[in-house]
């Protein structure tokens, strides 16, 4: 439970104390890995960072979304496959990880880097009707 509380004060440090990352080194940072996120210490996704700006999403149930992403504004915006409209969130690279922040509110979710994998995701792809 500390290591818990230790990560979100850490994490919550980074998003008000940092420069946010830009395109190129959230790019460069990310590029052909997967991440895997946590929100107040609950598994929260994962994400694998692909070739060109692409992603792909999981809610870690075994459905994956293919995405792309932007910068916009200084942030970090996603367009998934079944949602068009953009979510856009703003990255911090601090000492236990990323750090990334729902738009610019620092009140809005705060999700952070549990761990990194050059292996891809897990998707079990579309479901069958019978």
Not at 49 to 56: K, T
Not at 92 to 98: E, I, K, R, T, V
């Amino acid at each position: 439970m500390k290591q818990f509380a230790f990560l979100i004060l850490l994490a919550a440090s980074a998003a008000s104390a940092q420069t946010p990352m830009t395109a190129e080194e959230f790019d460069a940072y990310t590029r052909g890995k997967t991440f895997y996120y946590a929100e107040n210490g609950q598994d929260y996704g994962g994400e694998e960072y692909l070739p060109d700006r692409r992603v792909r999403w999981s809610f870690l149930d075994g459905q994956c979304k293919n995405g792309h992403w932007y910068e916009e504004a200084g942030q970090i915006c996603f367009v998934y496959e079944d949602r068009p409209d953009p979510q856009c969130w703003t990255f911090f690279d601090s000492p236990a990880g990323l750090v990334a922040q729902l738009g610019r509110d620092p009140q809005a979710t705060l999700l952070y880097e549990t761990r990194q994998s050059p292996k891809p995701m897990t998707c079990l792809g579309p479901e069958v009707g019978v």
